[in-house]
């Protein structure tokens, strides 16, 4: 029995999704954590290719319970459309299997409204938001100002609310960013609608899970974005607005620190990065492009072209510490393939001197240059591989050298987009 947290440990997209729809054979229940649909968690099965933006990548395992904990910030009509697509497909045959905590806050389309247009203002200091209004959201819940699902489906409560933060909220947009204002009316029809679709989802996610754990079940809690784009631990202000560190699994679903057994790392074989921000490893070179169009790197939920570069164990040592990981899942080895050697950042240098630990200061760490090792490249087509041993004595040591400069065990390597295209080293659902 475990109950495990899978965070992502780089900037996002490493392929959570995959491992999530993996490891959930083992588990009970499948909850998020954080974040909203800002994630795009892809889930490819078969030749079907799923991308997830809200609910757990567990879905597609019949009587699988997937909750939505109240950490999570959820755009009602992005939900609705998803458990649409899914019923399409022939999945969520039991409206059961889904389970939405009430507290969660909602994304008004005034986030929304407001968060892209801060980005237009923003000229060369944008953060490359994804304009999901996942910051304001999160903006309004410090503030003690968000509205909540539990607002939502009582209509007299949620028009009480809308009606005190607009004025607000349409000075923001009218006088301050030049942009229209929303109109009351139109948001209060269009919610009360969403309200009455979402409302047999509904339930108390820290009461369920804490039961499930309590019959000795297993939980599988699915982090979205990744360790660097923690609001605290991240390279801030270039990050999102939630705490997708291990973290953020306890608070944002009301399961106390001391039921967590295991936290797997997800991190591709090289790096990417979409949005703005720091990326020491960084490759704008045909490298760079090689590593593109090889890994698809195109984002899930926006499409831009994700930044590529180098492993860099630097900061993946920043998430080993700040998830307190106990296994690494190594994705997209399959990109590596043709190369003839492959370069891994062991340390950075600044000014001279060698950093071995990722800087505090985002001043220092834009001007820290990457100090590599190089290793022979395999050559060879591994996606098909499912052990250790088919895999080229190449392909292992650049596994075993991750190990080494990561300070964390490898859990689970996987080899292609495809659910059967993994190689699981250790099962963290298995103690011993
Ligand atoms: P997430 O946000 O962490 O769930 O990751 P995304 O789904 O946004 O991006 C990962 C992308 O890589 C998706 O298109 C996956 O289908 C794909 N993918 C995952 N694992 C592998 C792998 O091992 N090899 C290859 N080639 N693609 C993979
Ligand atoms: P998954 O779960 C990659 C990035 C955005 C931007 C920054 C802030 O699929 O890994 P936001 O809209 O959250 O305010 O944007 O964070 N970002 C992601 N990058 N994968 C994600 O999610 C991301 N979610 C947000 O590109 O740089
Ligand atoms: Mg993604």
Redesign the pocket.
């Known amino acids: 029995m475990a109950n495990v947290i899978i965070v ?1 440990a780089q ?4 392929g ?1 999704g995959k491992v999530v729809d993996i490891y959930t054979e083992y588990a009970n229940d499948v909850v998020r954590y954080q ?1 909203g649909n ?4 892809t889930l490819v099965v078969g030749n079907e290719k799923t991308i997830l933006h809200l609910i757990p990548s567990g879905i597609l395992h019949e009587g699988k319970r997937c909750v939505i904990g109240n950490g999570v910030v959820l755009d009602p009509k992005v939900f609705l459309q998803e458990i649409e697509g899914l019923k399409k497909k022939g999945y969520l045959k039991d409206d059961a299997q889904l389970v939405v905590d009430r507290n969660v806050h909602i994304i008004m389309p005034y986030h929304k409204a407001i ?1 892209i247009a801060r980005e237009k203002n923003s000229g060369d200091r944008k ?6 209004g ?2 304001p959201t999160y903006e309004d819940k410090i503030g003690r100002r968000g509205i909540r699902l539990i607002d939502l489906v009582n209509p007299q409560t949620f028009a009480r609310k809308v009606k005190e933060q607009l004025p607000e909220k349409n000075f923001i947009l009218e006088k301050l960013l030049g942009e229209a204002p929303l109109s009351e009316e139109a948001i209060l029809d269009e919610y009360n609608e969403y309200a009455r679709a979402l409302v047999k989802y509904l339930g108390n996610a820290s009461v369920i899970l804490n039961k499930s754990i309590e019959a000795r079940h297993n939980v599988l809690f699915e982090g ?3 360790s660097l ?1 923690d609001v605290d631990h991240g390279t801030y202000p ?4 939630s705490s997708t560190v291990a973290g953020g699994a306890c608070t944002g679903t009301g399961v106390g620190p001391r039921f967590i057994d295991e936290v797997i790392g997800i991190s591709k074989a090289y790096v990417t990065r ?4 720091p990326f020491p490893t960084e490759l704008n070179d045909e490298m760079g492009e090689h590593l593109r169009q090889a890994g698809q790197e195109f984002g ?2 926006t499409g831009r072209p994700r930044r590529t570069g180098w492993f860099d164990a630097v900061a993946l040592r920043e998430a080993v510490r700040t998830n307190g990981m106990t296994g690494l899942a190594i994705t997209k080895m399959d990109v590596l393939n043709d190369l003839d050697t492959i370069k891994i950042c062991t340390a950075y240098s600044y000014r001279g001197e060698l950093l071995e630990e990722f800087p505090q200061d985002l001043e220092i760490l834009k001007e820290s240059k990457p100090v590599y090792e190089e290793i022979d490249g395999w050559k060879t087509n591994i996606s098909g591989a499912t052990t250790l041993g088919e895999l080229p004595a190449t392909a292992r040591s650049y596994l075993q050298k991750l190990e080494e400069v990561t300070g964390c065990p490898v859990v689970l390597v996987s080899v292609g987009a495809r659910r059967d295209q993994t190689i699981q080293v250790k099962n963290p659902f298995e103690k011993g």
């Open positions: 992502g900037w996002g997209d490493e959570k974040g800002n994630a795009g968690h968060d953060i490359g938001t994804t304009g999901r996942i910051g979205a974005q990744g784009l270039y990050v999102t607005s979409v949005g703005e921000g899930s939920t």
